[in-house]
């Protein structure tokens, strides 16, 4: 039977470079939600000064508004998109932790099964030495 103590290995290694980059991912919708809150923060802060002072409102505010609303669309997409990447990447992961348990597994089941062959073989081993003993003392009386 063969050792998969090195396809173990590998695949814990893939596994573990996935879930790195499923952290860098988590990373990057993070800022992408932080950017996403700095324009909602701006725009609220815009239409705050805007009732304040309405006749210094200017007529740059309509532009900011429809600008800040286009970047949170952007930015809405751009989560939605991460966020599939990541679905896929952790059924991706999932899969592999799944092989990764079959091949440990079958390892134990193996190391389990080369046990027992080896105490069956040193049990017939006794067990002939004991018959030899017995034969002997037999011979001899």
Known sequence: MADLSS????????????????????????????????????????????NKNPEMVSYTLAGFLDKSKHQEQEINSHIFQMNQKIELMRDDMLDSFAELKKYELTQDQRLKLEEQERKLKEGRMFDDISIDGYRRQQDDS
């Open 7 to 50: 396809l173990i290995r590998l695949h814990k290694h893939e596994l573990d470079e996935k879930q790195r980059q499923i952290g860098l991912m988590y990373d990057q919708l993070q800022k992408l939600e932080d950017h996403k809150t700095r324009i909602l923060e701006r725009r609220e802060q815009e239409l705050e000064a805007a």
